[in-house]
């Protein structure tokens, strides 16, 4: 098993997302975010393919909110807008189901939509078969899928280990892709999704409350019982231990003619202190 740190060198160690890794990204694309803003038809195209070759720009959603690039969408220009939509939220495969419309993708491109497209997968699954990621990503070696996880953690993109014996990725954490804010194909956006699953959490908790409330109510009911038992066993205790010591002394009340039995046995042993010794 090899585990990577931030230069791909074997070491045990955590690989996370470095901040100024993201600084520069974030650096680039400002500077390409003005250059579009005053920018129409194909010199928008021209960009937004500078964007997509950009070896260090991996979130380009802020691009697709431009007005002159929304104004692509039904131009001859529009499959680069679509091209962006899929670098921004989708995957490989559905450039492959488009390919054709969309055209052929260039070495950089495809590298930077694979990783994209693993860190897709990472997000969703903590470990990764190769098979899985041959059929997702489109390689057909292991060792490309290797050379693409050592990417990604170069890139700062994904946190894992590569399991060469198992043929497994083993994935730590991974940054996030951009953020859908309009519906896609099943009627949900991201936002939708993120709304759906906190919804989920949040019945879950006040299931979990309720089960532990249940349980607290339990535990102070057998609390009590115990309690009590305990108190009537002690009480038990107690009253063996005085039947142990005066067998003849009567336990409990004492009833008014036994009083007066005892008064006057009593005044019997004063008149007859003789008799007593």
Known sequence: MMELDGDGMNKSKNIGSSSSNSNRSNHYLEQFLLLAKGTEGK????????????????????????PNVQ???????????????????????????????????????LRKLRLLTLVSLA????????????????????REIEDLVIDANY???????????????YIRSATGRDVQTVPGPD?????????????????NSKLLMETLES?????????????????????????LHQKHANPKRP????????KMK????????????EATS
């Open 43 to 66: 010199a928008t195209g021209a960009i937004i393919t500078k964007i997509l070759n950009h070896k260090q720009i991996f979130h380009v959603g802020q691009v697709l909110d431009l």
């Open 251 to 258: 336990v409990g009340p004492v009833s008014a003619s036994d």
């Open 262 to 273: 005892m008064s006057s046995s009593s005044r019997r042993g004063r008149k007859n202190p």
């Open 187 to 203: 009627g949900m956006s991201d936002i939708d999704r993120m709304m759906s699953c906190l919804s989920d959490w949040l019945e």
């Open 71 to 109: 104004a692509l969408k039904n131009t001859e220009n529009g499959y680069l807008y679509r091209l962006l939509e899929i670098f921004a939220f989708g995957v490989y495969d559905d450039y492959v189901q488009e390919k054709a419309e969309l055209g052929q993708l260039n070495q950089e491109q």
């Open 215 to 239: 349980i607290k109510t339990d535990a102070a009911g057998r609390q009590t019982q115990d309690a009590e038992r305990q108190e009537k066993l002690e009480a038990k205790v107690v009253e």
């Open 155 to 169: 890139s700062k993109l994904v946190n894992g280990k590569l399991d060469f014996l198992e043929k497994i990725v």
């Open 123 to 142: 997000n969703k699954s903590d470990q990764i078969s190769y098979e899985h990621m041959k059929k997702s990503l489109g390689l057909n070696t292991n």
